[in-house]
């Protein structure tokens, strides 16, 4: 072969590398399985998109008991952007959507003249997937967080009545508290 | 030129367009100046890195100043993705850095068993810049929010005295209220 031609090979066998690095993210931001439905803890999630944050949020049927799990605690919420980009096409989560949930601490500063609350240090990490063909009801929401606040490297599904439910009965949109995402709704087609 | 050798430079030309692709954040993520010192509105800033979220959080000298302006509006902050690379990597935060800050009305919902607060909309959008060669004090402050909540197109820079001075004493890292984003101090180099 001649040296001309050989550099021919060396480029395409190098192109699809170098052109599907462009969409890395979304190669790389999927959901990943072990076993039948454990969830790997999901890797760079701090650099997908942000669509919300909510100090001590919590649907709560008698009144008190979510408030003393959720009180000071901000919520701020991703989802992968292969997802992201997709809801902002069709107005629908596909199968991979990924969102992610960590809490943080909040605090107030005493510090003259500083007012109000900050997000002071992490202390959780819950996940939730779309997946039709894996689980009833298409999502599955999962709990990384140990105790002492230590994050675990993979978790197994809850039971349908403890996340699913309330987000069945109370999510805007498809499981998902669009309600509370201003960054969602801003790019949800018409 | 034989067939052979014009793909060669077909592929030649190519590859720095699709390697250049590979990074597009970081090529479309530093600040657009106009004329002297007039800063465009970042564009797809709520695809870059969130670094925190806070509620009514503001400096203020005389107690209640602050709680006036800033009660009930959230903190949504961003960096840019290239400069947050660059953060982790060194610790300092390169010329070129810009941060976004995206205000949002809170809402307690009316709603039974809710709990709790959340972003409703937005309402307010700014941003710093960093560039030593440009701004004394190496860093300026913008603001794109016009009345009614509408956002501008383009913003000239606050006087030193407004936002800067606030930041050169209060904020951690160069500017920076690190003290405030769990994400920044989470990459920060040992």
């Known amino acids: 072969m001649k040296k001309v ?32 439905n454990t969830l790997l803890k999901p890797e760079g999630y701090r650099e997908w998109i942000f ?7 919590a649907y709560s ?3 008190g008991q979510g408030q003393g799990r959720n009180a000071e605690l901000y919520h ?8 992201y980009r997709e809801y902002a096409r069709t107005g629908k989560f596909p199968d991979g959507t ?16 500083l007012q109000g609350s900050y997000q002071k240090d992490f202390v959780a990490l819950e996940a939730s997937v779309k997946d039709s063909s894996r ?13 002492g606040g230590k994050i675990k490297a993979k978790a197994d599904p809850f039971p349908q009545n403890a996340c699913w439910s309330c987000h069945h009965v ?11 995402y201003p960054v969602l709704r801003a790019v949800t087609p018409k």
Chains 1, 2 share one sequence.
């Open 98 to 113: 990924m969102m992610v949930l960590e809490l943080a601490r909040s605090d107030v500063k005493s510090e003259p003249g």
């Open 51 to 57: 669509v919300g944050s909510s100090l001590g949020l």
């Open 61 to 63: 049927r008698t009144p």
């Open 170 to 180: 109370n999510a805007a949109t498809d499981h998902v508290f669009t309600q509370f």
């Open 135 to 147: 689980f009833e009801g298409a999502w599955a929401y999962f709990n990384f967080t140990e105790g």
């Open 76 to 83: 701020n919420v991703y989802i992968n952007p292969s997802s």
């Open 5 to 36: 031609e050989q550099t021919v090979v060396v480029f395409m066998l190098l192109l699809p590398i170098v052109v599907s690095g462009q969409s890395a993210d979304s190669r790389s931001d999927k959901p990943v399985f072990e076993g039948k």
